[in-house]
Structure formats: structure tokens, C-alpha cells
């Protein structure tokens, strides 16, 4: 069974451009959670879906956004890039939120900003 | 006080010997506890799961929980090379949530 896919897997964006990044979760999956993972603040909270519905947001500024489609697919966007939104970002899925849920995270979207 | 607490290590042990990875959260309602293993430039990889009090072994792996204490560990038996990695503690909260808590890792060296 697949994992779950992450798209684009690298990419290099100019400050104040706008970066979209796409996840798959694993066939079944319906709960699909991002993350931002950078040396200094570690692995954090971006946004969870579940349902199309956005049932949680982190402590993150407005340019970042996400969306989930009819087929569980998931997109986030950040919008007017900055240089330390350079970073590792992980899609995780689950089958449903809450306890008892496994969650696996994809190989990640390795964005640098330059 | 963070969130998820862990020792950043590194903590080196020789090859063979039993490793023991620590972390301790702050939420008393957390109900799901994960442990991933990160390898440098790769995604976190899940390794244990565990949501009530008690042990849980998989292989030479073994999870354990204290609610109680609020505490969760992580013990490598018969440790290899291979396991050198960043270890990552995470916790779900309660109610009906996928959101996890990360902790900053744990850096296991494993000496041949």
C-alpha cells in the first residue's frame, strides 16, 4: 500500500513569491495533518483536515493556508515567502482524528527560500 | 515549560547495549503517544505507538507509559549502528484531534 505522497519534493522560491505543496495520504486515509519542521523550533503544528473541514490551526501566520479535497488530497499554500519559511514540510495522514489513529508523515517538501 | 520534553543527548551507547530514551508532557488530557525515528535529511519514520498505561513491545523495541507521571520512554534493546538517528517523542491531545505535540528529539549514537 502506498505511503503517503508529497509533491514537490524540492524547491528553491525567491522571497515574496508564493509556494503551493501537495500531499496524498495513504489510500483510506482521511485526516491529513502539516507540519513544519526547522532546526531551530523542531517539528510544529501547522493545520489538520479531516472531511474537507479544517478542524485545527497552529500558531502560524495568515499567509500560511491549506485545503483538503473531496479525495482526501491536501494542499497548503504560503504566500509572500520570507527566509525563514525555509524549511522541511511534512504531510501526515491518518484514518480519522483521535485517539487510537495511527499517523504517518510523507518524505516532506524540502523548501528553501532564497 | 515546554509542552513535550526531551534530553537532546546525544546519548551514546555501545553496540549491543540497551538504549533509553526519556519524555515527559505537560497536557494531563494527552491520550496518544508516538515515537518516530528521524534519520538526518529524511522524514520521521513511526516506531511505537501507545495509549495506555503500562509496556507495549514490538521487537526490540519497547514503549512504556506512565499517565500518572505524565512520562513515556522508549527502550532499544540490542541496539546497532543503525539505530543511530534522531529519536522524536510525540503526543496527541485529548479529544477528537490528530494534532500532535513534538519534542525537540532525542540524538541516539550507537558506538560499533
Known amino acids: ?114 | 515549560q515546554k509542552e513535550v520534553e526531551q534530553n537532546s543527548g546525544p546519548l551514546s551507547v555501545p553496540e549491543g547495549a540497551i538504549a533509553s530514551l526519556n519524555c515527559t508532557y505537560s497536557d494531563r488530557g494527552s491520550q496518544s503517544f508516538f515515537w518516530y525515528r528521524q534519520y538526518s535529511g529524511k522524514s520521521p519514520e513511526l516506531i511505537m505507538f501507545i495509549y495506555s498505561n503500562g509496556d507495549k513491545e514490538d521487537g526490540r523495541f519497547t514503549a512504556q507509559l506512565n499517565k500518572a507521571s505524565q512520562y513515556v520512554s522508549l527502550l532499544i534493546r540490542d541496539s546497532q549502528p543503525s539505530d543511530s538517528a534522531t529519536y522524536l517523542c510525540a503526543v496527541g491531545g485529548s479529544g477528537n484531534t490528530g494534532k500532535l505535540i513534538f519534542g525537540q528529539g532525542t540524538t541516539l549514537q550507537v558506538k560499533p
Open chain 1, 1 to 114: 500500500k502506498a505511503g503517503v505522497t508529497q509533491t514537490p519534493r524540492y524547491l528553491i522560491k525567491t522571497r515574496g513569491q508564493q509556494v503551493t505543496l501537495s500531499c496524498s495520504p495513504i489510500s483510506g486515509h482521511r485526516s491529513v495533518s502539516w507540519y513544519q519542521q526547522t532546526p531551530g523550533q523542531g517539528l510544529q503544528f501547522l493545520f489538520e483536515y479531516f472531511s474537507e473541514t479544517q478542524r485545527n490551526k497552529g500558531n502560524f501566520p495568515g499567509r500560511f493556508s491549506g485545503r483538503q479535497f473531496s479525495n482526501s488530497r491536501s494542499e497548503m499554500n504560503v504566500s509572500t515567502l520570507e527566509l525563514g519559511d525555509s524549511a522541511l514540510y511534512l504531510c501526515a495522514s491518518s484514518l480519522s482524528p483521535g485517539v487510537g489513529n495511527t499517523i504517518y508523515f510523507g518524505e516532506g517538501s524540502w523548501l528553501t527560500v532564497v
